[in-house]
T-cell receptor
Framework: AQSVAQPEDQVNVAEGNPLTVKCTYS??????LFWYVQYPNRGLQFLLK??????LVKGSYGFEAEFNKSQTSFHLKKPSALVSDSALYFC??????????FGKGNQVVVIP | AAGVIQSPRHLIKEKRETATLKCYPI?????VYWYQQGPGQDPQFLIS???????DKGSIPDRFSAQQFSDYHSELNMSSLELGDSALYFC????????????FGPGTRLLVL
């Protein structure tokens, strides 16, 4: 079965510092990987995805993610965090039938 | 750009009542997915439809049913509600030729008392 793991519950980072949110995956076949962000009482907003191609994927709001096959990782990164980036971040993998399996989520807190 | 619309946004029901949640996908999207997110949990896949036919089923209780209509909107029907059904219910839609990206609605928050 396809699955992803987000090993940290919460990530604290000072405003202006680099932000990294970790995700590892376990799939059979080629991975289709996604990052979504959820603000309080809001839906899931799509940030970026990896299907194939370049290992560095650029997405919305200055976020990017690096696909690493040897480490089975798909970490989300942002060079300079903003207070408005404080939210819940979900990594997800798509299975062959199209359903998304999500990680447990990471609460990101950007400290002013 | 138009997004996925869900109604109602909030719903309060008593135990053993029924509830109907509606989802209107992004125009021209032909695939709809339903997910349930319990408090402090990650979203869990319930069911999906492609071209008005059920295409996949996840951990959806037998008390729940869903369908997709000719205009591609979808409804999730929930009967004999239980306290544990209290959750945020998301609908997502995608295009079959771009079916990798699912775009989510704002969700319906259901509270069962």
């Amino acid at each position: 079965a396809q699955s992803v793991a987000q090993p940290e519950d919460q990530v604290n980072v000072a405003e202006g510092n680099p932000l990294t949110v970790k995700c590892t995956y376990s799939v059979s076949g080629n991975p289709y990987l996604f990052w979504y962000v959820q603000y309080p009482n809001r839906g899931l907003q799509f940030l970026l995805k990896y299907i194939t191609g370049d290992n560095l994927v650029k997405g919305s709001y200055g976020f990017e993610a690096e696909f690493n096959k040897s480490q089975t990782s798909f970490h989300l990164k942002k060079p300079s965090a903003l207070v408005s980036d404080s939210a819940l971040y979900f990594c997800a993998v798509r299975d062959p039938l199209g359903r998304l399996a999500f990680g447990k989520g990471n609460q990101v807190v950007v400290i002013p | 750009a138009a997004g996925v619309i869900q109604s109602p946004r909030h719903l309060i029901k008593e135990k053993r009542e029924t509830a109907t949640l509606k989802c209107y996908p992004i125009p021209r999207h032909d695939t709809v997915y339903w997910y349930q997110q319990g408090p402090g949990q990650d979203p869990q896949f319930l069911i999906s439809f492609y071209e008005k036919m059920q295409s996949d089923k996840g951990s959806i209780p037998d008390r729940f049913s869903a369908q997709q209509f000719s205009d591609y909107h979808s409804e999730l029907n929930m009967s004999s509600l239980e306290l544990g059904d209290s959750a945020l219910y998301f609908c997502a839609s995608s295009l079959v030729r771009d079916q990798e990206t699912q775009y989510f609605g704002p969700g319906t928050r259901l509270l069962v008392l």
